[in-house]
């Protein structure tokens, strides 16, 4: 056999090899995600089930882990719809899926009709509304908990906050921006809105 040949055979293994090793990649993600995503499911099921300004105190009291990462895994479940259809978060493992939550993230630019844009504009502000929604519930949680709740869950409240604002702000300029786009597109073409005719 020549040595060209045995390369060959060589890369036709590696390339085997290296096939396999991305499913059992593909599906570890898949477990790894998946469960976070049952645990959040799960985790709001409790959440219904305990009383208004409890929450806190009964995952202190009956989790192994952190009141954030509970967190966390409730968010991955209210997003899985996003996580499943977005392939660029299909190969992260749950700390990094959660970090592209943190910034929702808007397909506008990539959309090819205006309407299209506009739903993905509208799409990233609801997404904000209801996390923003979720972090009041939070707050006023922790609040009902006096004494109890810790500067540490209170900042991590407020750190969410910001980044959810920051995102509000960049999501307002890329529609303003848009929306300027289509003025000028009006405007070189000297037709009329269809509102005005």
């Known amino acids: 056999m020549s040595e060209i040949e045995q390369r060959s055979d060589d890369l036709t293994t590696i390339a085997s090899e290296v096939n396999q090793a991305h499913e059992e990649c593909e599906r570890a993600w898949q477990t790894t995600v998946g469960l976070a995503i049952r645990i959040g499911l799960e985790l709001i099921t409790a959440r219904s089930l305990v009383k208004h300004g409890e929450w806190l105190t009964w995952m202190r009291k009956h989790l192994s882990f952190s009141t954030r990462t509970a967190q966390g895994y409730m968010r991955l479940a209210r997003n899985r719809p996003e996580l499943e259809k977005d392939a660029s978060v299909a190969h992260l493992g749950v700390r990094s899926a959660l ?42 949680e922790l609040d009902a908990e006096g004494d109890q709740a810790t500067l540490d869950e209170y900042a991590s409240i407020a750190e969410r906050a910001s980044a959810l604002q920051n995102a509000a702000c960049e999501t307002k300029m890329r529609c303003e921006r848009e929306a300027g786009r289509l003025l000028n597109e009006l405007d070189e073409s000297g037709s009329e809105p269809e509102h005005k005719r």
């Open 99 to 140: 970090g592209a939550l943190s910034t929702p993230r808007d397909d506008a630019e990539s959309a090819t009709s205006d309407a299209e844009k506009a739903r993905h504009f509208d799409e990233a502000l609801a997404g904000i509304a209801e996390e923003v929604a979720g972090l009041k519930i939070e707050l006023e």
